[in-house]
């Protein structure tokens, strides 16, 4: 029962990711869009929130591993 706990909180994290990152990419290109000459703030920005989103799924593997070894 645990693995399959561990199995549906990796993926809803991952999912949940998935759609954080599409939206932070596409509101950047907008925003390079809009505006050229910011194009190197914005992008270190977007990869700046691109990580952070990231961390998110990566804490749900660790916890799901101690959840299904346990």
Do not use: C, H
Not at 10 to 16: D, Q, R, S, Y
Not at 38 to 58: Q, Y
Request: net charge positive; charged share 15%; aromatic share 4%.
């Amino acid at each position: 029962m645990n693995g399959l706990a561990a199995a549906i909180g990796i993926g809803v994290a991952a999912f949940g990711a998935a759609i954080g990152n599409g939206l932070v990419i596409s509101k950047a290109i907008e925003s390079m869009s809009r505006q050229p000459e910011m194009e190197n703030k914005i992008r270190a920005t977007m990869l700046l929130g691109v990580g952070l989103i990231e961390a998110i799924p990566i804490m749900a593997a660790v916890i799901a591993f101690i959840l299904a070894f346990r």
